[in-house]
């Protein structure tokens, strides 16, 4: 069971989705300013985030 301070609040678990919304859209061929776009969320961050991925970029490989 996962310690107290680890558990997701209902608000935190709510912000994630729409960026897991633009990761699987970008894996999926739409480009980084597009998948931002659609989905509300920080270019920078959706960079970010893909990039420290390597299960994303061994994907593209």
């Known amino acids: 069971m996962p310690s ?24 999926n061929g739409q480009s980084l300013k597009g998948a ?3 989905h509300g969320v920080s270019r920078t961050t959706l960079r970010n985030r893909t990039q420290n991925d390597w299960s994303f970029v061994s994907a593209l490989i």
């Open 4 to 27: 107290l301070s680890k558990l997701k609040t209902a608000s935190q678990v709510f912000k994630e989705l729409p960026m897991d919304a633009a990761l699987h859209d970008v894996k």
């Open 36 to 38: 931002a776009r659609l």
